[in-house]
C-alpha cells in the first residue's frame, strides 16, 4: 500500500479500515447484541449489563470485587458505579470482606436471586434466538475466538 503524504488521508484508507477493522466490527456488534439484550430483559427491569454483573455473582462464596472486576473486564471503578443502582434495588449487597478488612465482597440478595431466576427464560430465548444469527460458524468458535481476543 502507498502511504499517504503527512497530513493527507485518502478516502479509501477510510473504506479499508471501514471494511476490515476487526476493533471497529467487534464494537458495532457488541452495542448491536446489548441492545437487543436490554430489549428482552426489559419487563425484569435490568439491562444487559445488569444481568451479566449478577450471574457474576451467582456462585457457591461471596467473590471479592477484584475477581468480578476481572471477570467482567471491568475497572473496580466502573464496577463500583454499576453496582450502586442494583444496591439501591437491593438485589446486591457489599460488604466487608472478614478475612482482609480492605476487601470487599459482593452478594446476591433473596430478591436478586428470585430476579434472576425470572430473567432466565428471557435470557435462554433471547441466546437461542441470536446463536441462531450466527451462520458463518458455530457459536462456540466464535465465543472461544471472542475469548482469544481478551
Known amino acids: 500500500m502507498i502511504m499517504p503524504e503527512p497530513g493527507e488521508l ?19 456488534a457488541a452495542r448491536a447484541l446489548a441492545r437487543r439484550y436490554d430489549e428482552a430483559l426489559r419487563p425484569v427491569g435490568l439491562t444487559n ?18 475477581e468480578v472486576a476481572d471477570l467482567l473486564a471491568m475497572d473496580r471503578t466502573t464496577l463500583t ?8 434495588r437491593r438485589l446486591v ?13 459482593l452478594s446476591l440478595t433473596d ?3 428470585a430476579l434472576l ?11 437461542a434466538e441470536i446463536e ?8 462456540d468458535t466464535l465465543r472461544a475466538d471472542l475469548r482469544a481476543l481478551s
Do not use: Y
Not at 81 to 88: F, H, M, S, T
Not at 93 to 105: A, K, N
Not at 132 to 139: E, H, R
Open 10 to 28: 485518502p478516502f479509501d484508507i477510510t473504506l479499508k479500515v471501514r471494511d476490515a477493522c476487526v476493533c471497529l466490527h467487534v464494537q458495532r
Open 49 to 66: 449489563g445488569q444481568f451479566s454483573l449478577m450471574m457474576s455473582l451467582n456462585r457457591p462464596e461471596p467473590p471479592r470485587i477484584g
Open 81 to 88: 458505579a454499576n453496582l450502586k443502582p442494583l444496591e439501591r
Open 93 to 105: 449487597t457489599v460488604s466487608v470482606d472478614q478475612s482482609d478488612r480492605r476487601s470487599r465482597r
Open 111 to 113: 430478591d436478586g436471586r
Open 117 to 127: 431466576v425470572q430473567a432466565m427464560p428471557i435470557w435462554d430465548r433471547t441466546q
Open 132 to 139: 441462531a444469527l450466527v451462520t458463518g460458524s458455530d457459536p
